[in-house]
C-alpha cells in the first residue's frame, strides 16, 4: 500500500494523525504544502503545523502542481499532501476544474515509487450553505474525496484524533 486517503472534518486531528503516520515509515518525511497563506489567521496554523512536524521534515510548497510534485518523488521518500482541500480552493479561485488535474495527481501517486498520505476535509457533514459558491465547492469537495478513495489503497476517517480504518 503506497498511498493512503486520511478523511475527517475540520479540526479532527487528520493532520495530526497523518504526521504521526509518516514519522512511523521508513524513510525521508517529506511535507506538501497547498495552502496559500493569505492572512494571518492561516500564517499562525502554518505556524503551528511546522512546529509540531519539526526539522527533519523537507518542505514543499504548492499550491496547484500536485501531479508534478508527486511525479517527483522517489524510492525511500514518505509524503503528506496537506490538503486537498485547500488544493480544490485554490483551483476554484484560479477558475480551473479539477477533474483532469485530480486524474493526473492520483496517475503521478499511483506510478511513484514514494508513500503518500493525502489529507482532505469532509466538507458534507454540516447545513447546506447559503450560497451558490459554497454549494459548489461542498459537491465538488464530495467528488474529489470519493475519486480519491477509489483510486487510493488505503482511506482513513479520523474523529477527535481517532482513526477508523474505511478502506
Known amino acids: 500500500m ?42 499562525a496554523k502554518v505556524e503551528l503545523h511546522a512546529t509540531r512536524r519539526g526539522a527533519e ?11 508534478g510534485v508527486c511525479a517527483d518523488r522517489r ?19 484560479d477558475g480551473m476544474s479539477w477533474e483532469e488535474p485530480t486524474e493526473a495527481w492520483i496517475s503521478a501517486m499511483k506510478s511513484s515509487p514514494a508513500h503518500f498520505i493525502v489529507v482532505s476535509n469532509d466538507v458534507g457533514g454540516g447545513i447546506t450553505p447559503d450560497n451558490a459558491m459554497a454549494r459548489q465547492f461542498q459537491r465538488d469537495q464530495g467528488a474529489l474525496n470519493q475519486r480519491l478513495a477509489a483510486a487510493l489503497d488505503r482511506v482513513v476517517l479520523v474523529t477527535a484524533g481517532m482513526p477508523q480504518r474505511l478502506k
Not at 503528506?80 to 480544490?88: F, G, H, P, V, Y
Open 75 to 93: 524510492r525511500g521518500e514518505v509524503v503528506l499532501i496537506d490538503c486537498a482541500t485547500m488544493w480544490l480552493t485554490n483551483l476554484m479561485l
Open 2 to 43: 503506497n498511498t493512503t486517503l486520511a478523511l475527517g472534518h475540520a479540526a479532527s486531528g487528520k493532520s495530526n494523525w497523518a504526521e504521526t503516520e509518516i514519522m512511523q515509515l521508513e524513510g525521508r518525511a517529506v511535507y506538501v504544502a497547498t495552502a496559500r497563506v493569505l492572512d494571518g489567521e492561516m500564517r
Open 57 to 67: 521534515w523537507s518542505l514543499i510548497e504548492e499550491a496547484l502542481d500536485l501531479p
